[in-house]
T-cell receptor
């Protein structure tokens, strides 16, 4: 039973299209994240939600819009896809956000996006 | 300047060798540090936390040097299964306790 699951695992699409990636966690965590890992393997945070509320929004183009319908789900919608959006997108969750964080993130398996 | 810097490697070592990686961080106020492991085309997973007093877990030892702002990971008696990328992570005490990942150090253990 996968703790953090994201779909789709692979996504190949044309420039200019709009696509969504879905994420669900069954760990009962309050905080969820989206990270982007580019071809150089750098893992950069994009967004963080705590109990459905946005708490971190790094410098990300506004073509990227996260949505959290409840604390177990955090979806990522991307408009007008560009070549530079090609990367692996990881969803993650953690139990705490704030003082006392364990620092353990539980990641999904990643969604590999290729923009042609 | 990158906030968390690592030598990307690869470090090629024979089985049984001892290997060490360092990672430097720029935020002197950071309190918590971690090592994550990422296998090829897989997601990162927590390997161990790094405490001020050092932390040992079997063949793995993590150390923190606040004066020089670096953390280290020592792997003794390397196994083939240790081949992976090791990510150094800093936790900042700002909104959301954001984790900042280094670019990773790739380790390849050869028979």
């Amino acid at each position: 039973d996968t703790a953090v699951s994201q779909t789709p695992k692979y996504l190949v699409t044309q420039m200019g299209n709009d696509k969504s990636i879905k994420c669900e966690q069954n760990l009962g965590h309050d905080t969820m994240y989206w990270y982007k890992q580019d071809s150089k393997k750098f893992l950069k945070i994009m967004f963080s939600y705590n109990n459905k509320e946005l708490i971190i929004n790094e410098t990300v183009p506004n073509r990227f819009s996260p949505k959290s319908p409840d604390k177990a789900h955090l979806n990522l919608h991307i408009n007008s896809l560009e070549l530079g959006d090609s990367a692996v997108y990881f969803c993650a969750s953690s139990q705490f956000s704030g003082a006392g964080s364990t620092g353990e993130l539980f990641f999904g398996e990643g969604s590999r996006l290729t923009v042609l | 300047r990158k906030e968390v810097e690592q030598d990307p490697g690869p470090f090629n070592v024979p089985e049984g060798a001892t290997v060490a990686f360092n990672c430097t961080y720029s935020n002197s106020a950071s309190q918590s540090f971690f090592w994550y492991r990422q296998d090829c085309r897989k997601e990162p997973k927590l390997l161990m936390s790094v405490y001020s007093s050092g932390n040992e877990d079997g063949r793995f030892t993590a150390q923190l040097n606040r004066a020089s702002q670096y953390i280290s990971l020592l792997i003794r008696d390397s196994k083939l299964s240790d081949s992976a990328t090791y990510l150094c992570v800093e936790e900042g005490y700002n909104a959301g306790n954001m984790l900042t990942f280094g670019g990773g150090t790739r380790l390849m253990v050869k028979p």
